[in-house]
């Protein structure tokens, strides 16, 4: 990772982090629009951090349900038919299985989260099912 992006990150997250900024996350880069990082921490639990303007796809989440613990920066949560919502360090997201649901940071600003995976209980298989991108200009339109 060069020295100089991770500093960039934490100096634009508002402080210094417990969690390492990751790698390149290009084992998912087809699923993203913008750049993320990705530092697995234990099991299911990895850290994540997206640049400016960078969210994931639309996906849904079968067999498992996915808790994300914000650090820092600010950024989006939306599930399909719902408003969005604005996202800052200290903010739980709860994600039920099988909801539709995007994540990333604000155009304007660096997020970071932490993901946890946690399997539904007498569920023997746990996927994600990645979908379209989320609309640019619905996107554009979030302050």
Same mark, same amino acid.
């Given at each position: 990772?060069?020295?100089?992006?991770?500093?960039?990150?934490?100096?634009?997250?508002?402080?210094?982090?417990?969690?390492?900024?990751?790698?390149?996350?290009?084992?998912?880069?087809?699923?993203?629009?913008?750049?993320?990082?990705?530092?697995?921490?234990? !099991?299911?639990?990895?850290?994540?951090?997206?640049?400016?303007?960078?969210?994931?796809?639309?996906?849904?989440?079968?067999?498992?349900?996915?808790?994300?613990?914000?650090? !820092? !920066?600010?950024?989006?949560?939306?599930?399909?038919?719902?408003?969005?919502?604005?996202?800052?360090?200290?903010?739980?997201?709860?994600?039920?299985?099988?909801?539709?649901?995007?994540?990333?940071?604000?155009?304007?600003?660096?997020?970071?989260?932490?993901?946890?995976?946690?399997?539904?209980?007498?569920?023997?298989?746990?996927?994600?099912?990645?979908?379209?991108?989320?609309?640019?200009?619905?996107?554009?339109?979030?302050?």
């Amino acid at each position: 990772m060069d020295l100089d992006l991770e500093q960039l990150a934490r100096e634009s997250l508002g402080a210094s982090s417990a969690f390492p900024l990751g790698e390149p996350n290009t084992a998912f880069a087809q699923y993203f629009i913008g750049n993320s990082y990705l530092a697995p921490l234990a !099991g299911g639990v990895a850290n994540v951090t997206f640049e400016p303007g960078c969210r994931n796809n639309w996906h849904v989440h079968h067999g498992e349900r996915q808790v994300l613990v914000c650090t !820092g !920066g600010r950024g989006w949560y939306q599930e399909w038919g719902q408003p969005a919502q604005e996202l800052h360090a200290g903010d739980v997201v709860d994600i039920q299985p099988e909801v539709k649901h995007w994540h990333g940071a604000a155009k304007d600003s660096w997020f970071t989260h932490i993901a946890i995976a946690m399997p539904v209980k007498g569920c023997d298989e746990q996927s994600n099912e990645w979908l379209e991108p989320v609309d640019d200009e619905q996107y554009g339109k979030l302050a």
